[in-house]
């Protein structure tokens, strides 16, 4: 029997997303006991600053010394990872339940297999946050979202285990991760690539990139907490949602204009506006209009940019 009334923790990976959910839940109360990693050097730098955690050279020894086991290795080894443990003929019967779970949002859980097929619990827990392998990770995770794939016990403890990080537990569908984890990217990296766009097209008005970016972050943050305020579609600003048909097909006709696939992904990200307008109460009178001009610029610019790329 356990000495521990709480499952014991053990990672196996100790890059930035481990340091941050080991340090978390350590401070949470919960023992995290093992951790190895490819290095013995990177799973003993996190273990020293954890209370009665101990650095082992082989992730066999994690599986042996904790209850749930977090295989926080890039996506590429979970599988072979996974392949390589040996969970012992008691796993089911173990007081707690043995476990492995990993922090991926693409992968599938069914990666675990080999561990499922020993009689233990597989799962994933992926939180919606991006790790900068930095202190402030522990602060900054709380509030965000933790997406959780797991049956029965398992479930709920990853459920709790979710809450002691001050997150909210999300549940996803077996098979739901891949699409997930790809629409995630408009929250995160696309919203980079957005700014990215933006930055390019003023350089060609003469204005340096940080300029640029001092002009846009404050403008982004100030979207961002009227999204959280008052929803999508009434926090949507600009010519779509005043309905302004002649702002934006001289603003498609002059990306068109520029070449490449300026217009392309205007028109596309309109095309969203213009969806995001129709579910107000009451959408703009042009709306119907504005839909129709970003249809007809669509079916040029598309043309346009896919001949660029095969000119290539
Ligand atoms: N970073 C994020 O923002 C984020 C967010 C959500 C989910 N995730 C998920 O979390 C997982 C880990 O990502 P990460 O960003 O923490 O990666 P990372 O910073 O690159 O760290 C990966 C860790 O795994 C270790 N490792 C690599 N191959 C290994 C192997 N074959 N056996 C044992 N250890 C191995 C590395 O060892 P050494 O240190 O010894 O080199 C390193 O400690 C991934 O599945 C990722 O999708 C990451």
Redesign the pocket.
């Given at each position: 029997m356990s000495q521990y009334s709480v499952p014991r923790l053990g990672f196996?990976?100790?890059?930035?997303?481990?340091?941050c959910l080991a340090l978390s839940f350590s401070r949470a109360g919960y023992p995290v006991t093992a951790i190895?990693?490819?290095?013995a050097?990177?799973?003993g730098r996190l273990a020293s600053q954890i209370e009665h955690c101990a650095a082992f050279d082989n992730?066999q020894q994690v599986v042996d010394a904790a209850d749930i086991v977090f295989?926080?290795?890039?996506?590429d080894?979970?599988g072979?990872?996974a392949h390589t443990l040996r969970f012992g003929p008691d796993a089911a019967a173990h007081p707690h339940g043995k476990a492995l779970v990993?922090?991926?949002?693409?992968?599938p859980v069914e990666l675990l297999a080999p561990a499922r097929d020993q009689g233990v619990s597989i799962g994933g827990f992926?939180?919606?946050?991006?790790?900068?392998?930095d202190l402030a990770d522990l602060e900054r995770i709380c509030g965000c979202s933790v997406t959780i794939e797991a049956d029965g016990t398992l479930k709920d403890t990853l459920t709790a285990l979710a809450i002691a990080l001050r997150c909210h537990p999300l549940s996803i569908p077996a098979g739901g991760r891949m699409l997930y984890h790809a629409a995630a990217h408009y929250a995160a990296s696309f919203a980079l690539c957005s700014l990215a766009e933006c930055v390019a097209l003023w350089r060609t008005l003469g204005f340096a990139e940080d300029d640029a970016l001092r002009a846009l972050l404050p403008m982004l943050s100030g979207t961002i907490e009227t999204a959280r305020d008052k929803g999508l579609p009434n926090a949507l600003a600009g010519p779509v949602s005043r309905g302004d048909t002649g702002v934006v097909e001289k603003q498609l006709a002059l990306l068109e204009g520029l070449g490449g696939d300026h217009a392309a992904l205007y028109g596309l990200l309109t095309r969203r506006a213009v969806g995001l307008a129709q579910r107000r109460a009451t959408p703009p009178a042009a709306i119907e209009a504005i839909a129709e001009a970003v249809e007809e610029s669509l079916t040029r610019s598309l043309n346009q940019a896919a001949a660029g790329a095969s000119a290539k």
């Open positions: 196996i990976g100790a890059g930035r997303l481990a340091r190895a990693s490819r290095s050097a990177s799973a992730p295989l926080a290795v890039p996506d080894s979970i072979s990872s990993h922090c991926s949002g693409a992968s992926h939180p919606l946050y991006l790790f900068s392998g």
